[in-house]
């Protein structure tokens, strides 16, 4: 997965690249694009031409291993500028700073998915309160307050890829596939969306 993941993504930018002077970039937490993140910094890019930004974030400090951008910058690397939630501060102005520093949209997106089809922070049964347009809180399963992109921002994302690994996410693939009522069939890229899934 992580080498068509890693062909894809260098495509992709290369593509925005042609037309723009910046690209932007979303980038999904969690333990399955870990090792394209570290496949990703070895490629040769114009890397001061690429902004990163998180697709959500735990509540947490910015050191503890639980936080979103702690992981993608170690595994990213230091050439890449990662715009990230600000969690010392308070959780809605955290969401608002972090709105404000967001692009009025995405080029790229890449969406991890869940077994119980959430994507981001946007979970099952469990509404995500907008604070702005762009951001909003939710909670998650085990009890973690997260700061998420909204469905309407997702939504404006030029592109957006899903990233599936390993068999217990077969099912969701599956119902991600069929556009089944889940979290993740809620977002699509506007111009084109791709899901890449393996075992």
């Known amino acids: 997965m992580e080498r068509k993941l890693l062909r894809l ?3 992709l930018i290369e593509t925005f690249l042609k037309n723009k002077e910046r690209v932007h970039i979303a980038l ?4 399955t694009p870990m090792t394209f993140y570290r496949m990703l910094s070895l490629e040769c890019l114009p890397w001061e031409r690429l902004y990163f930004y998180l697709t959500d974030e735990r509540f947490v400090p910015l050191n503890s291993p639980q936080s979103n951008y702690k992981n993608i910058q170690e595994n990213l690397g230091a050439k890449a500028k990662i715009i990230y939630v600000n969690t ?8 608002v700073d972090y709105s404000q520093k967001l692009p009025q949209s995405l ?12 994507t981001a922070s946007l979970f099952p049964n469990s ?6 347009p762009k951001v909003c ?11 998420s992109l909204s469905y309407q921002y997702l939504n404006s994302s030029c592109v957006v890829v899903f990233a599936l690994k390993g068999e217990e996410k077969r099912k969701v693939y599956e119902k991600l596939l069929r556009g089944e009522d889940i979290p993740a069939s809620k977002v699509k890229g506007k111009r084109k969306t791709f899901i890449i899934y393996s075992t």
């Open 9 to 11: 993504f260098v495509r």
């Open 28 to 31: 999904a937490g969690g333990k």
């Open 88 to 95: 010392e501060l308070p959780l809605k102005d955290a969401c």
């Open 107 to 118: 080029d790229v997106c890449l969406l991890g998915v869940g077994e119980d089809g959430h």
């Open 127 to 132: 509404p995500c309160l907008a604070i702005t």
């Open 137 to 147: 809180t939710s909670v998650a399963p085990d009890g973690t307050q997260r700061v």
